[in-house]
């Protein structure tokens, strides 16, 4: 964990905190249809958690992923610029965000963003936002300038 | 004003409360792409209200809508059961929610949940979830029990 | 079946053949995730029948309804104008359109067209656009001239 | 061309009948939103090319990215197995898939599978699912087989 806040720029307290709270995150998912729990939780440059799950729907594709419910609060509680995002499943190996809600990461986060994916057993990987979305599409192809 | 009240079962200060809620949060929409805000707010069983606004994206289909947010945000705070649904955007005559929303909607709400739209000048019309999505497609299709 | 025929233009050959197709076309469903498969044939104004079945994806929000994948094959296939949109699935009563699929119909469709469900034994019930997505949000609401 | 070929087990043939159907695929998108148009082509492993463009919707969220089209179309068929997806839009550098569409991709095909990325002037780029979706999540996750 220590080398891990190193690399990322985090403090071990905020890196702790953001596996506390999208453990409890966790918890609050609505998914009877995919019976798959995921928790989100953002950190923004202002040092504010902001906490999401996933929201399903008897329609599949309306469904709402956790880090896309995380984001949608961030975003319209007015906060830009985040430090990290963490995600937890009850998995193992720890889960990675899907495709789509990588690009929703990328809509508003620096490519340098950290992610860090958490199985059940709080064990983590952690790759940056470029990592997993390597070569992204984003803003500047239809000419608006990123919020990142 | 005051008959919708009565029709709806809501009292005249929450009226006034979800319209000055939902024109504050489309205030709060991300939508450069579209450049078409929407607010919605949401009055829960337990008398608390719930914002959203629509948060767009690059990639077009991983647009959130304000309703969405707003459910998003109740069901992950875990409300449950939900008394009225307000939306607002800046066009006359009032626009009524996608039929994406209507879905999530559907998925958290009563049949007679009133939905309540607001224009520009804060002119509005009302109707039920039953009238804005009639025969609908829920949750016990796939033997779920509803949220409602 | 007649009565029908008549009351939405359409010839009992046509309405055979969307029965036909529609339950042809319910088996070429990818649902490995809800088990619940969903048909849809689109009759054009030119006379032709394109079909399209639900295809799932791990995550549930990159899911395509059938009714979706209909339009896409015929929008991109150049066809615009179409009579009648057939769904059917394996349940009873017969399952509608989610309110994403009525919105996608309504993007290219008049609001009198026939919406045909049928139900796992041939089945069926019939309502218009109009009657499943009462006043509803469309192009016009962003400038943009409908495809109906 | 001849070592992209070699590089990713396609014949010259085979490179010259993706990038005439992909560009002749983006002509018939339907974009009146976005006006950014995309073509996609996917080449079986029976050698059949399936091809799709973006059709858009009045509620941004509701349309469906190239990509998605064709792989409906294909799934559809009864098409299983892939050995490329060639993707074209008008702007330069190439853009890549979106997330969503990587998701879509990665339920259907090899990590190896190349995907060929075209700008407006026919110059591309080439990257595997694996190097474009590192890490992915997929139907293994939900215990689902891959169909790739
Ligand atoms: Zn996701
Ligand atoms: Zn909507
Ligand atoms: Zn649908
Ligand atoms: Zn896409």
Redesign the interface.
């Known amino acids: 964990v220590r080398e891990t806040c190193q690399t990322y720029g985090l403090s071990e307290g905020e890196f702790g905190e953001l596996l506390a709270r999208v453990t409890a995150?966790k918890a609050?998912?609505?998914c009877?249809?995919?019976k798959?729990r995921v928790g989100a939780v953002l950190l923004t440059r202002g040092g504010i958690f902001v906490?999401?799950?996933n929201?399903?729907?008897?329609?599949?594709?309306?469904?709402?992923?956790a880090e896309?419910?995380a984001?949608?609060?961030a975003?319209?509680?007015?906060h830009r610029g985040f430090r990290a995002v963490a995600v937890a499943t009850d998995?193992s190996p720890p889960?990675?965000?899907?495709?789509?809600?990588?690009?929703?990461i990328?809509?508003f986060c620096d490519l340098e963003t950290p992610i860090i994916m958490f199985d059940g057993d709080s064990n983590f990987?952690v790759?940056r936002l470029e990592?997993?979305?390597?070569?992204?599409?984003?803003?500047e192809?239809?000419g608006?300038?990123s919020?990142a």
């Open positions: 995150a609050t998912a609505y009877p249809y995919s798959f906490s999401g799950a929201v399903e729907n008897a329609s599949y594709p309306v469904t709402t992923c896309r419910v984001f949608a609060k975003i319209t509680d007015g998995i889960a990675s965000p899907c495709g789509m809600c990588r690009q929703c990328r809509e990987s790759m990592e997993l979305l390597p070569l992204s599409f984003g803003p192809a239809l608006v300038q919020q």
